[in-house]
């Protein structure tokens, strides 16, 4: 038996895709297949570069029946034709980088973004012959100054990490497409509950599952979704060359995390608006950015695209560094821990110096705009599932 699901809510569909009853004994919950390896009963190549949709299971870096019901699940929320999952979200964005692009192509991405793919950007694409461009890519213009005639690509982050800056994903498609490039979306902070990027003509979207997917701060994961034509290279290359494959467990744990994906984010957005609207008042702190705030400067296109603002904020005070040691002594709720997107709250201060001297590498008048922002650091803050009144207090007795 297995579900119909379209015409399906998200509930549903985050619940019941890429699951049906166990053929052997019908139970109800998917069960975990560890197996490196599987019998077959007859020859299969042994190169990736023959593998086909329809290529029976022969061993886990390859494809394994709990990874692909993770993968189904992942596809049918993002309304995607084809997802592939890996080890991390760093594996995930590795994988497109690198089995997509190659030597004399150019990528425009964003300037601020996770910092891990910022250093790829910057370290990694240049020592084979990739260029990166990076800019605002929330200020469509300066992405379309950027594009050049072997540009293959535009990476975006919306929101971003950590300016909490929003993309216009539809413009971004248009801007790509119309100059032969594909658009890749990370929308980690985002979500398939608040935004779906392929509906609005981004090519791939790209999570790290470890997050709020995941969401319960025990699992490492990244997936791609998008067309197969797409993602075929990145099973192919992406995965099993360069080995960036999850664990079944790990699958196992994400997906089960999925079940409440939908009803974690109303809770992660319902309490993140909550302790935003408290730290807005808040008389040491100098500025507060949350999509769901109306001062958030790109409010108005948060609300045309997001269906839910998610949980991470992120602000100001007056003395972040001070703040920072109250907090790591001092909290008792919040977790002063790098990551977001699990059931508990967790705060870091995102150091300005430290930022742009290891991952952004900003100068001119991208550093100015950048230290406007964020002054010396920002906090990044993930709103867990904990009452907001005890965020609040938590926060209050630290700040002072």
């Not at 709020?212 to 025990?218: E, R, V």
């Not at 109250?326 to 790098?338: F, Q, S």
């Amino acid at each position: 038996m297995s579900i119909h699901l379209t015409g399906k809510g998200p509930q549903t569909i985050a619940i019941h895709a890429g699951e049906s009853p166990e053929k052997q004994n019908q139970a109800s919950a998917p069960n975990i297949c560890m197996s490196s390896t599987f019998v077959v009963d007859a020859p299969i190549s042994f190169s990736a570069k023959n593998i086909e949709a329809d290529t029976p299971m022969i061993y886990t870096r390859w494809g394994n029946p709990t990874i692909g019901q993770l993968e189904a699940k992942l596809a049918a929320l993002e309304n995607a034709e084809s997802c592939v999952a890996f080890g991390s979200g760093m594996a995930a964005a590795s994988a497109i980088l690198l089995s997509l692009l190659s030597q004399g192509d150019h990528v425009v991405m964003s300037n601020t973004n996770y910092p891990g793919t910022a250093e790829v950007a910057r370290d990694t694409l240049p020592r084979f012959g990739i260029e990166a461009t990076t800019v605002d890519t929330s200020v469509l213009d300066d992405v379309r100054a950027a594009v050049q005639p072997n540009t293959r690509m535009i990476w975006t982050e919306t929101p971003s990490n950590p300016l909490l800056r929003i993309a216009d994903i539809a413009g971004l498609a248009e801007l790509a497409h119309q100059n032969g490039a594909i658009l890749v979306v990370d929308a980690t902070f985002a979500t398939p509950v608040a935004t779906t990027p392929l509906d609005l003509g981004a090519d791939l979207v790209m999570h790290s599952l470890t997050k709020y997917i995941g969401g319960h701060g025990d699992a490492l994961g990244g997936s791609v979704a998008g067309r197969r034509e797409l993602t075929a290279p990145l099973r192919g290359e992406g995965l099993i060359h360069y080995g960036g494959i999850i664990s079944p467990f790990n699958a196992w744990l994400i997906m089960r995390g999925m079940a409440t994906l939908p009803l974690r984010m109303r809770a992660h957005q319902e309490n993140a608006l909550k302790v935003a609207e408290y730290l807005e008042t808040h008389p040491r702190v100098v500025r507060v950015l949350y999509p769901g705030l109306p001062t958030h400067p790109q409010h108005e296109l948060a609300r045309r695209q997001m269906k839910n603002f998610s949980g991470m904020i992120s602000f100001v005070t007056e003395q972040p560094h001070a703040d920072a040691a109250r907090m790591m002594k001092e909290l008792e709720v919040i977790h002063y821990a790098v990551s977001l997107g699990h059931h508990r709250s967790l705060i870091y201060l995102m150091e300005t110096r430290d930022l742009i001297g290891s991952s952004y590498r900003l100068d001119g008048d991208e550093l100015r705009k950048y230290e406007d922002i964020a002054g010396e650091g920002l906090f990044r803050l993930s709103v867990g599932l904990e009452d907001a009144d005890d965020l609040i207090a938590d926060l209050g007795r630290v700040l002072g």
